[in-house]
């Protein structure tokens, strides 16, 4: 697994939460893959069971592919719960630019979920 895994206690669990967040999210807005709905064994109805949570092995392979830049601002922002301020500062870059990065990779992980699903 990514070397992410490897750092602090808990960092799978962490990640995978974050990547829960996103598909919770899109549930909220409705923006979520489509699927086709269950039906219930009496053939009364449909039934749509809950989206699945990627795994941990999941967003540890979609995190190792975004770019060191962008893997560094979601890992000091999201996994070590640092403020925008306090990344900037460890990572000696500007404030903006990391809301950027940050922003970019979740959306880039949030394209890769969907293209999973």
């Given at each position: 697994?990514?070397?992410?895994?490897r750092?602090?206690?808990?960092?799978g669990?962490?990640?995978?939460?974050?990547?829960?967040?996103?598909?919770?999210?899109?549930?909220?807005?409705?923006?979520?893959?489509?699927?086709?709905?269950?039906?219930?064994?009496d053939g009364?109805?449909?039934?749509?069971?809950?989206?699945?949570?990627?795994?941990?092995?999941?967003?540890?392979?979609l995190?190792?592919r975004?770019?060191?830049?962008?893997?560094a601002?979601?890992?000091?922002?999201?996994?070590?719960?640092?403020?925008?301020?306090?990344?900037?500062?460890?990572?000696?870059?500007?404030e903006?630019?990391?809301?950027?990065?940050?922003?970019?990779?979740?959306?880039?992980?949030?394209?890769a979920?969907?293209?999973?699903?």
């Open positions: 697994m990514n070397s992410l895994f750092e602090p206690r808990g960092l669990g962490r990640l995978l939460t974050v990547a829960g967040e996103v598909v919770d999210g899109w549930r909220r807005k409705g923006s979520a893959p489509r699927r086709a709905p269950l039906t219930r064994p009364s109805g449909a039934v749509r069971g809950p989206e699945p949570r990627p795994s941990v092995a999941l967003v540890d392979e995190i190792g975004l770019g060191e830049e962008h893997r601002a979601i890992c000091e922002t999201y996994v070590r719960g640092r403020t925008v301020r306090e990344a900037a500062h460890v990572l000696g870059i500007p903006a630019a990391v809301k950027s990065r940050v922003y970019d990779a979740m959306e880039i992980l949030r394209a979920l969907r293209e999973r699903n």
